[in-house]
């Protein structure tokens, strides 16, 4: 069976839908600097409550996922490529800010997808 973009893209919005858990080690929040020609990613702490809700360590204050928050990062990583980025952080950064094997996979695909979007000039939104 040959898969088109579109199916390609179907199963991608379907699998995004899914329930995740939230890594207790925190989130990051991945942007371009085209200028510059990188790929950045913001990493924050947080808590997770007894419910599976990020909250803000200091506030104790749920954090939205949809909304923006102004909050410190703890940390900006930068690379030229998802490769270089994740070397970065899951390679270099001691201790890794990354505890769970689906944060990373997911970290790894997003970074991807920036690349290409650095890369080709196409829009790029955090999934």
Request: glycine share 6%; net charge negative; hydrophobic share 40%.
């Amino acid at each position: 069976m040959n898969l088109t973009v579109e199916d390609l893209a179907a199963i991608d919005d379907k699998l995004s839908g899914r329930h995740i858990d939230l890594d207790p080690s925190g989130y990051f929040i991945i942007y371009l600097d085209r200028a510059a020609g990188l790929i950045y990613a913001k990493h924050f702490t947080n808590v997770i409550d007894d419910r599976g809700l990020a909250v803000d360590p200091e506030t104790g204050k749920v954090i939205p996922a949809r909304l923006k928050v102004e909050r410190t990062h703890t940390t900006v990583f930068s690379g030229r490529t998802a490769k270089e980025l994740c070397v970065k952080i899951f390679e270099e950064t001691q201790p890794c800010p990354v505890t769970q094997l689906d944060h990373a996979a997911y970290l790894g695909r997003e970074f991807v997808r920036a690349e290409v979007a650095l890369v080709t000039g196409l829009e790029y939104v955090q999934d």
